[in-house]
C-alpha cells in the first residue's frame, strides 16, 4: 500500500502515492521524469545523484521519497531559465570544459551550489576540492571542475553585487 506524499520539485508540486522503500533519487527519475539526477553506485559514495532539498544539497539515493514529504526539492532541470538561459554555473561548466561525459555534472553543479552559497564569497581552490569530495569523477581529473567552481563563483559574486 502506498504511502501519500506531497513534494514540490522545481517550483512545481506533486501528490504522489509512494512505497514506504522508495528512494527520493527513483521517486524523481522514475516517477517524475527527472532523469538529470543520476544514479552512480546507490551506496551513498559517488554524488551523482546530489539535489537541492529544502535548500541544502543532499545525495538523493540518501534519503526515502516519503521523507520528502512537504520538501522543496531542485534538481539540475530546475537551473537554467525557462528560455533556456543557462545558470553561470552551468555555464562555467560549459566554458572551462568541467565536464567529459558529463554523467557526474548534475551532482556536482548541485553541491558546488550549496558549497558557493556556503562560503560566503571566500572560495579557494582547496576549498572546492574539500567541498566537493563527496562527488566523484571518473573522467576530468577534477582540474577543469575547480576551475568551473571558482569562475562561477565570480560570476555569480559579481551578479550580485550587480
Ligand atoms: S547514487 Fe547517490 S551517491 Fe551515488
Ligand atoms: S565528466 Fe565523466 S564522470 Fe565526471
Redesign the pocket.
Known amino acids: 500500500m502506498g504511502v501519500p506524499v506531497r513534494v514540490t520539485v522545481n517550483g512545481e508540486p506533486h501528490d504522489l502515492d509512494v512505497e514506504p522503500r522508495l528512494l527520493l533519487v527513483h521517486l524523481l527519475r522514475d516517477r517524475l521524469g527527472l532523469t538529470g539526477t543520476h544514479v552512480g553506485c546507490d551506496t551513498s559514495n559517488c554524488g551523482a545523484c546530489t539535489v537541492h532539498f529544502d535548500g541544502e544539497a543532499v545525495k538523493s539515493c540518501t534519503v526515502l521519497a516519503v521523507q520528502a514529504d512537504g520538501a522543496h526539492v531542485t534538481t539540475i532541470e530546475g537551473m537554467a531559465k525557462e528560455d533556456g538561459e543557462l545558470h553561470p554555473m552551468q555555464e562555467a561548466f560549459w566554458n572551462k570544459h568541467g565536464?567529459?561525459?558529463?554523467?557526474?555534472?548534475p551532482g556536482m553543479i548541485m553541491a558546488a551550489l550549496s558549497l558557493i552559497e556556503e562560503s560566503d564569497g571566500a572560495l579557494t581552490d582547496e576549498g572546492v576540492r574539500m567541498g566537493l569530495e563527496g562527488n566523484l569523477?571518473?573522467?576530468?581529473g577534477y582540474q577543469n571542475i575547480v576551475k568551473s567552481v571558482l569562475a562561477a563563483a565570480e560570476a555569480m559574486g559579481a551578479s550580485a553585487k550587480g
Open positions: 565536464l567529459q561525459c558529463g554523467y557526474c555534472t569523477c571518473r573522467c576530468t
